[in-house]
């Protein structure tokens, strides 16, 4: 028979936790045993997971004791720094959705159809990247491996529930004409080029985040890479428009065939494009808009849409689980 493996979810009442659940259900993860964690807030609440109704406990540093195979983390990074080495030294490979551990140059950063192949039986802890980088360093590392990645500019468009409830109920609270309680402006009918805080250089952590998160999981520590990150008031589904220019020259057809071949990628040819209310809910990547750059050579754009929450959190987490056991590693 094939083995079963136990697991644990920490923030589970957050929305990527939630999300956490519901896809172990749809992909049918292999699950013996599943156990739910979040803050002392949610003591009471319960979870249905396959039919059967779960309690939510408090994450304490007892939680792991009992063992667990996979701890899949959404927490916020002051939750993981802390519990994530207890789960791992309890014998958990945890698989973390925090920004908290990506840029520690131990801990592998891993989206698997780019870098699965990083993995080893020795990782415990491995870091979730940042959403809009999840969808960008997928048609990225096809470019690359064709073309030559030289320079990459980031424009992008996210939706609120990048912020987890917090920015979900900043949106529905505009609508109602009430004022954020969360965001520093409104982001009903509005936008703003605000996403986490600001740093010293002028950019904001989100940017810097998709900067350094791209060249670490395409393993290319010279990339010439900027980003301009945009908050907009959409539910569900992070855009991002792409400036891509490559080291040889780019034959557009060959491109073409390799996103329509790829299994991550649904491609969008000549005026079709995809939208975020179009792939909310499900777990590719959609890849439109592709066409010559003419201001210079060897570059081109793209527009790439995703559901954020899966793709760009939940999902991604998953898949790299479902790749350690594909690959023998657990
Ligand atoms: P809780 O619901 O009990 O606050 P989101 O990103 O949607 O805001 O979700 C955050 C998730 O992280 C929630 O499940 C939340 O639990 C959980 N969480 C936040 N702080 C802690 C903590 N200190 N310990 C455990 N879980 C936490």
């Not at 979900?168 to 009918?189: M, S, T």
């Not at 703003?192 to 952590?205: A, E, M, N, Q, V």
């Not at 000549?270 to 975020?276: A, H, I, Q, V």
């Not at 909310?280 to 060897?298: K, N, P, Q």
Request: aromatic share 10%; net charge neutral.
């Amino acid at each position: 028979m094939n083995r079963r493996y136990r697991v644990a979810v920490v923030g589970a009442t957050g929305m990527v936790g939630e999300t956490f659940i519901k896809v172990l259900q749809e992909r049918a993860f292999p699950i013996s045993k599943i156990a739910f964690f979040a803050s002392s807030r949610s003591v009471g609440k319960t979870i249905d997971f396959q039919g059967n109704t779960y309690p939510v406990f408090e994450l304490t540093e007892h939680s792991f004791d009992e063992g667990f195979d996979f701890a899949l983390f959404s927490a916020g990074g002051e939750t993981s720094l802390k519990f994530a080495p207890i789960a791992a030294q309890k014998g958990a490979v945890v698989i973390d959705n925090s920004s908290a551990w990506r840029m520690k140059k131990e801990i592998p950063l891993v989206v698997p159809e780019c870098n699965g192949d990083i993995l080893t039986k020795e990782h415990t802890l491995i870091a979730n990247p940042n959403c809009s980088t999840i969808q960008s360093v997928v048609p990225l590392k096809v470019i690359d491996d064709l073309f030559g990645l030289k320079r990459v500019i980031y424009s992008s468009y996210q939706a609120v529930s990048g912020s987890g409830y917090k920015g979900v109920f900043d949106l529905e609270r505009g609508k109602k004409g009430e004022a954020p309680n969360f965001y520093a402006k409104p982001i009903y009918e509005n936008c703003f080029p605000h996403i986490d805080d600001f740093l010293d250089s002028g950019y904001t952590k989100e940017e810097k985040k998709m900067m350094d998160e791209t060249r670490k999981i395409l393993n290319l520590p010279d990339l010439s890479v900027t980003a301009t990150c945009v908050r907009i008031p959409v539910m569900v589904g992070h855009s991002v428009s792409m400036n891509v220019e490559c080291v040889r020259p780019i034959d557009l057809d060959l491109l073409k065939k390799a996103f329509q071949e790829h299994q991550g990628i649904v491609f969008y040819d000549g005026k079709s494009y995809p939208t975020p209310k179009d792939v909310a809910g499900d777990d590719l990547v959609h890849v439109g808009r592709l066409r010559r750059d003419e201001s210079t050579h060897h570059a081109l754009n793209l527009w790439v849409v995703a559901d954020n929450v899966r793709k760009g959190a939940a999902t991604n987490a998953i898949q790299i689980a479902e790749h350690m056991i594909k690959e023998g590693l657990r």
